[in-house]
């Protein structure tokens, strides 16, 4: 079969697409694309290292709570110790009273025994004075409450009958206000005014029954005075040591108040530093390998890399349908500055020649 071939002395063109190998715009595109990706992928792997380091600090929080617990820890192991020492002194002087108390009652008889029931009304009539203080008191308040609640009466009815042809709307609540006021102190009044006569009458009662023990009983108290007045003296003591005992064992309760609240503390520190932890991997950017297309976001940041990318794409369009042509030898004419449309700066006249295969 014959082909036609073309003019021996034409030099062939290039085919529009097919660049030197080093130059092949896939080749070309990763070749100048591969630093800058790099570059990038180094810098979020420098910062995802430093988020990293940052994590791996120790916060101020867990500091600041680490004192917190070694301060309530030592003030618990002190208050222990102190309140140790306080049972054991207390139980002491409980055991050494006893024993006194017993080789005392030992030595004086049945005498202790039978002026019991005088001391035991001397304990009562005490009492019974101590509520008749406070009865005092409560009534005192009370008489004054109402005394006042009284004032505040008249002077909210001589506002609401000033003006005896308008209706003043706020001194009219403040006289109901002031009359209901009133008659709460009236009953608080009545109450302890009866509480009052009832535990005075109690405290003469009492008195009068130890001024009656006191006369039958005068030689048996006077013989066992000592062992009465000595029990006097160990209950006070042990009195002053039950006290110091419960404000040790509260002290107690709230340092380990705060050191349980300090642990929690420290537990949700832990939880949020392990939360930020596990949310950082994902948060970080990751590099898109070699051959894959940069985000857009990344390509914007490059300062114009997305219109290099879309010329780069359409190139390689034009060049694979140039390759799937017969022949594109009638480009061998064309100037440098010919138009794709057919008009250009050259008048040169060319032939089309299909190659035949043999």
Partial sequence: ?????????????????????????????????????????????????????????????????????????????????????????????????????????????????????????????????????????????????????????????????????????????????????????????????????RVTRQCHEAEAKVQTLQKSLKRVILKSRPYFELKVQFNTVLEEHKSRVTSLETSVSQAKLRYSGTLRNLEKISEEIHARRTQGPHLAHRTPPLGAEAPTSMLDSEGGTSADTISLLSLQTIASDLQKSDSVEHLRGLGDVTSLDGRGGGGGTFRHHRSVSL
């Fill in 1 to 197: 079969m014959e082909r036609e071939v073309g003019p021996p002395n034409e030099e062939r063109l290039p085919t529009p697409g097919a660049e030197r190998e080093g130059d092949h715009p896939e080749t070309k595109g990763y070749g100048e694309g591969a630093p800058s990706m790099k570059r990038q992928g180094d810098s979020i792997s420098d910062l995802a290292k430093t988020e990293e380091e940052v994590e791996e600090e120790l916060d101020p929080r867990i500091q600041e709570e680490l004192e917190r617990l070694n301060q309530a820890s030592e003030e618990i192991n002190r208050l222990e110790l102190q309140l140790d020492d306080a049972r054991t002194a207390y139980r002491r002087i409980l055991t050494e009273s006893a024993r006194r108390l017993n080789t005392l009652a030992t030595q004086l008889g049945a005498c202790i025994e039978k002026a019991r029931p005088y001391y035991e009304a001397r304990r009562l009539a005490k009492e019974a004075q101590q509520y008749t203080q406070s009865a005092a008191l409560r009534y005192e308040r009370a008489v004054s409450m109402h005394s006042a609640a009284r004032e505040m009466v008249f002077v909210a009815e001589q506002g609401v009958t000033a003006d005896k042809n308008r209706l003043d709307p706020t001194w009219q609540e403040m006289l109901n206000h002031a009359t209901c006021k009133v008659n709460e102190a009236e009953e608080e009044r009545l109450r302890s005014e009866f509480e009052h006569q």
